[in-house]
């Protein structure tokens, strides 16, 4: 089909084509007029979400997701944000409405469950574009419903987002209270081990001032030992030397040399022995003089061997009491090191004991601290959402639309009839030109025969559809 046979076909049925679009135009005109009228009333309310929460100063990173507004415009349209307003303006307790949803629903369901589902077939959420104000309309056939049920969305959605907000807290807030009440009792466990650990080790302090006082004092007894031992080994030479000058040996002692008695009677006792000398070359064994010198080097010698045996005794006690000296040292100092090993096992141990207080007591602080949190954001009452313009009753009716329904069933009309047109021509299609007769016929036209009036000049659609008489051959 070209341009020439759709404007043939369209000439052909303009009467069908205007009847419908006439037919069509006054149907929606009567059903504009017909309808009830429609009141829109809309609330205007803020979201003003700068990702601070300004009760407790943290930062909330769900408020700068992308989705944010589109979670909200889901909350506002949600169900129980519905049925919040049915019962806020009380509309499931009326009787009318009782009755009206015992006829709808034949008592299937439940009268605030139909009432939501009514609100919010006749609501409409729209935000604003690049800023935060959301728009919730309602349309309603009293004006002043209407605003009274777009205002009870806007202050329901924010008593909702408050208890969406709160309820979290809320149960957070619950279990921060029962982790609370166990971590104190593992603090007041640990610090009870502690205190039970210090009264059986006699812990007065804890600090780490003893275990350095006993290191020090084990410092001190080793020094002393190694002093002692070389005192010690020092006079048990000098003993030897000693026990072996007593003995007649060669005097190696400096102890019993360098004695001033001793020397003094080694003095006398050599000169003693030389007037023995001197009395036995001059006199015989039984001379009076020779007897008295040899009386007098034999007490000497005497005194001489008393006084060597006093020095070697003196000797072996200062001996005796540095060995024993060095005993008590070594005595000392093992005791010293199980005193210090056990303070140094006792301090482990208390060391873990306080690790685990300390870790105990942060567990608790930071529960405790969260909890303060919670129940402060459980407690709060305040919202992130503002009702910026509150509805007011509308004074024009926002439908039906006359106009616009009329434009729309011109252009329904056109395209209907159109559709018509064409329908009625695939179903019995004529013979409207020679173009039709080829196409149908599939032979060759030898000429168009035109009858009517005398030929006369037309123009436009006339002239290319009136019926030819001439005969023109091909």
Do not use: C
Not at 91 to 113: C, H, M, N, Y
Not at 188 to 216: F, H, P, T
Not at 245 to 273: F, K, M
Request: aromatic residues 4%; charged residues 20%.
């Amino acid at each position: 089909m070209n341009i020439r046979q759709f404007l043939l076909i369209l000439l052909a049925r303009k009467r069908l084509i205007l009847g419908t679009l006439l037919a069509t135009v006054l149907l929606a005109l009567g059903w504009s007029l017909v309808q009830q009228k429609t009141y829109t009333a809309t609330a205007s309310v803020l979201l003003n979400y700068k990702g601070v929460d300004p009760l407790t100063g943290l930062t909330m990173p769900g408020q700068l997701m992308p989705g944010y507004m589109a979670t909200q415009m889901d909350i506002i349209g949600s169900k129980n944000v519905a049925l919040r307003v049915v019962d806020a303006l009380q509309l499931a307790s009326s009787p009318a409405v009782i009755r009206q949803f015992q006829e709808a629903t034949e008592g299937k369901g439940t009268v605030r469950d139909w009432l939501a589902d009514l609100l919010l077939k006749k609501l409409q959420i729209m935000p604003s574009r690049e800023s935060s104000v959301v728009e919730i309309s309602f349309d309603g056939a009293d004006p002043a419903f209407a605003a009274a049920v777009a205002n009870a969305f806007a202050g329901e959605y924010q008593k909702a987002t408050v208890q969406l907000k709160t309820e979290p807290a809320k149960n957070a807030s619950t279990y921060f209270n029962e982790q609370t009440r166990q971590l104190r009792d593992n603090v007041e466990a640990a610090q009870a081990r502690l205190s039970k650990y210090q009264q059986e080790k006699g812990i007065v302090s804890l600090d780490n001032n003893r275990v350095d006082v006993e290191l020090s004092r084990l410092n001190d007894l080793s020094a002393q030992l190694v002093v002692a031992q070389a005192a010690a080994m020092e006079a048990s030479s000098r003993e030897r030397a000693a026990g072996s000058a007593a003995t007649g040996a060669p005097i190696n002692s400096p102890d019993v040399a360098n004695n001033a008695l001793i020397q003094n009677l080694r003095v006398t006792l050599a000169s003693a022995e030389a007037k023995l000398a001197e009395a036995s070359s001059r006199y015989g064994r039984n001379h009076p003089q020779y007897q008295s010198a040899s009386a007098e080097v034999a007490k000497l010698r005497s005194e001489l061997g008393a006084a060597v045996g006093t020095v070697t005794r003196s000797v072996g006690a200062n001996a005796d009491v540095l060995r024993q000296r060095e005993a008590e040292l070594q005595a000392e100092l093992a005791a010293q090191k199980t005193r210090v090993l056990e303070l140094n096992r006792t301090r482990d141990e208390l060391g873990v004991m306080l690790k685990d207080l300390d870790s105990a007591q942060r567990a608790y602080d930071s529960a405790s601290e969260r909890f303060s949190q919670t129940r402060i954001e459980a407690q709060s009452e305040q919202s992130d959402i503002s009702v910026l313009n509150p509805a007011t009753a509308p004074l024009e009716p926002s439908g039906p639309r006359v106009l616009l329904n009329t434009l729309v069933s011109i252009l329904l009309g056109t395209i209907l009839g159109v559709g018509l047109a064409l329908m009625l021509e695939l179903v019995n299609r004529p013979v409207r030109s020679s173009g039709d007769v080829r196409d149908m016929l599939g032979i060759p036209v030898l000429g168009a025969i035109e009858w009517g009036a005398p030929r006369v000049r037309r123009s436009g659609m006339r002239r290319l559809m009136a019926p030819r008489r001439l005969l023109r051959l091909n």
